[in-house]
């Protein structure tokens, strides 16, 4: 989720932007952090604003909103999604695993996800909808790095319970995260105020991290649990 930070005077937004050599040898990621602003100076801006102390907070477009409205519900999932995630990449990174690459570019490309729900059509000028428009690439690549995990998976014949190691457990906590940020943004797009692609990544990330869930339990040697009903 991109941090926004409003204030009734003037806004900034500090957007992150990746660039990812797509070479899992490498697994290399430059970032460059990107400051829109319109006061004078190059100075970056304080960790708090203070304009959230009554229980509202402000969309990319200047909205005010209560904080429980439903476009930060939405913010709120998506950055815990990336958090999880970035916490199954560390595991996964301690055992060697050679697509943790994907996941660094994953959480960038859910702080676009989070620029895109923070900019409601119904109020979003030309210059906002611009800046936060949402690609559909991002769903193709899922979907290739689904299939490739698939062509080296053993079928899936039972139902399996989050386990199978250390990554892979944390892989499907994501994915139940996920599957929670799509159930927020499902209303938004609906409604038409956020990018129909967004809720297709997100639908197609939650079968992308149970994938690499096995896939990490597979590469491991470690067991994933079974469900058998209990007697």
């Known amino acids: ?51 959230g102390d009554k229980g509202f907070s402000s969309t990319f477009t200047g909205e005010r909103r209560p904080k429980e409205d439903h476009i930060f519900e939405a913010l709120g999932n998506t950055d815990e999604l990336s958090s999880a995630i970035g916490l199954a990449r560390e595991f996964c990174l301690d055992k060697g695993h050679t697509f943790t690459y994907q996941l660094d570019k994953i959480q960038c490309i859910l702080q676009d996800v989070g620029s895109n729900i923070a900019t409601p059509q119904s109020s979003a000028r030309e210059s906002h909808i611009s800046r936060t428009k949402f690609a559909a690439q991002p769903i193709s690549d899922l979907e290739t790095w689904i299939d490739t995990f698939t062509e080296e998976l053993p079928p899936l014949t039972n139902f399996i319970l989050p386990s199978g190691g250390k990554g892979s457990a944390a892989l499907h906590l994501a994915r139940t995260v996920c599957r929670r940020a799509e159930r927020s943004v499902a209303p938004i797009v609906r409604s038409g105020e956020a990018d129909p692609d967004v809720a297709k990544f997100l639908n197609r990330l939650s079968d992308y991290l149970f994938t690499a869930a096995r896939y990490a339990a597979m590469k491991e040697g470690s067991v994933e649990t079974i469900y058998t009903r209990p007697e």
Do not use: D, W
């Open 1 to 51: 989720m991109a941090s926004f930070i409003i204030k009734p005077a003037h806004l900034r937004c500090v957007v992150r932007t990746c660039r990812f050599l797509r070479e899992p040898q490498t697994r290399n990621i430059l970032c460059s952090s990107r400051s829109y602003a319109t006061e004078e100076g190059n100075r970056g801006p304080k960790i708090y604003t203070k304009t």
